[in-house]
């Protein structure tokens, strides 16, 4: 039964600022609200008004935030049961599509991207049977009861378990206090799961984000394509993604570099895992730059550079094409002729222009000649909402270096 809509709160838009939530963008930022009825608080549910009165939908309220009310529908309903299983159940129907899970070759994907799938506050990465969710908002983590229960109907007894890790998140968003640990059933620890026939072990509880990065799935996919008989230098390697699929592809030799001890750990129990021979495979715990700095780089044939997001916000973007100048003009300099850099950026405020122009810039100071052969993005169960332009994130260029 859907509740009394008439005791919510309403958020009513100063003139013109209904124009971007008329287009279905799901952001309304505080400076754009001309008055509140009601005293909302964090993660309730407010109606959205224009500025002459039209309801134009509802969203989660978040006090003392820029963006105060993320819209999760665009009509007069408040969200109901029902609401949530169709718009989870739709988000999975997706990936299946698309194959992304529950065959024994590759059973591992995102299955709800925030906005991309019409859910902002939520990221919910399914590695074979283990859904770890995270809740970027207060409103999302108070509906986690609701998400179990939609989980459960769409994914049947494919899912072990729901690892709920939000608290990072709910710390810094203002949310409840928030502790990490299972919301349904669970899993056993070494829990690994399977990308295109390549196992990786999956650490929900200390790993970062929520244990893997699944968003480089086609491009390390794209790197197997290349990595038979080459030699393979991968910065910034975390738990070896692109490690694991260039051995398992042929690669003669691949050293992981990471400033991680934890997560090089974790690197060298996947290699075993494969069943890869560990002399094919090095860790190498630095700091990137500093062994960029080194002469080390014209040994490889192929360099990975995955950074982390340098800029979050527009704010740092300046100081995150700095970075990412220096360190590809660092392997630009002294990788060997012929060989190939597979360059990444995950910072959003940075975009493929921008990305394209500064690996330009660094190749002029080298002073080499260099061919993109490849322009990259993320997957399709990372989507960009067409409405929401500002989900589009991660680029990466494939470059041969003469
Ligand atoms: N390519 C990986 C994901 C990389 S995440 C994959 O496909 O799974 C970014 C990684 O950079 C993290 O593991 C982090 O520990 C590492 N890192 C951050 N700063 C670093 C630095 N200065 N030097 C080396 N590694 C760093």
């Not at 908002?137 to 108070?142: D, N, S």
């Not at 699929?245 to 494969?274: F, I, K, P």
Request: proline residues 5%; positive net charge; contains cysteine.
């Amino acid at each position: 039964m859907q509740e009394g809509t008439s005791l919510h709160p309403t958020v009513t838009l100063k003139a013109k600022r209904d124009v971007s939530i008329r287009r279905k963008h799901p952001w309304v930022f505080s400076g754009g609200i001309k008055h509140i009825d009601g005293q909302p608080k964090a993660g309730d549910w407010v109606r959205v008004r224009a500025h002459k009165g039209a309801v134009l939908g509802w969203g989660h309220f978040a006090p003392n935030a820029s963006i105060a009310v993320r819209m999760l529908t665009f009509n007069e309903h408040l969200p109901d049961d029902a609401w949530w299983h169709a718009t989870i159940a739709a988000a999975v129907r997706v990936r299946k599509d698309l194959d992304l899970f529950g065959t024994p070759n590759q059973n591992a994907c995102r299955l709800v991207h925030a906005e991309g799938d019409g859910l902002p506050g939520l990221i919910a990465d399914f590695y074979e049977g283990v859904l770890v969710v995270q809740c970027h908002t207060p409103g999302m983590h108070r509906a986690l009861p609701i998400l179990t229960a939609a989980f459960r109907e769409a994914l049947g007894p494919a899912l072990l378990g729901i690892y709920d890790k939000s608290a990072k998140a709910m710390a810094k968003n203002g949310g409840d206090q928030s502790v990490d640990g299972w919301a349904w059933g669970k899993a056993p620890h070494g829990h690994a799961a399977t990308e295109y026939g390549c196992k990786y072990l999956i650490d929900w509880e200390h790993g970062q984000k929520t244990g893997f990065f699944l968003d480089q799935r086609e491009n390390r996919a794209l790197l197997a394509a290349h990595a038979k008989d080459k030699k393979i230098l991968n910065v910034f390697s975390y738990t070896g993604g692109f490690s694991i699929s260039a051995l398992v592809a042929g690669a003669t030799e691949v050293h992981s570099l990471d400033s991680s001890a934890r997560a090089l750990e974790v690197c060298e129990q996947n290699v075993a895992l494969n069943g890869l021979d560990p002399k094919k495979h090095q860790c190498i715990q630095s700091d990137a730059l500093e062994y960029l700095k080194s002469d080390e780089l014209s040994h490889y044939d192929i360099v990975v550079l995955d950074p982390p997001a340098f800029a979050k916000r527009a704010s740092a973007r300046h100081a995150a094409v700095q970075g990412y100048k220096r360190i590809n003009l660092r392997a630009l300099q002294s990788m060997k002729p012929g060989s190939l850099l597979f360059t990444f950026s995950c910072s959003q405020a940075v975009d493929d222009a921008l990305f394209t122009n500064t690996l330009v810039a660094a190749a002029i100071q080298a002073g080499r000649n260099v061919r993109i052969l490849h322009r990259l993005h993320q997957p399709p169960d990372h989507p960009v909402n067409v409405f929401h332009p500002e989900g589009s994130y991660l680029k990466g260029l494939v470059l041969r270096v003469d």
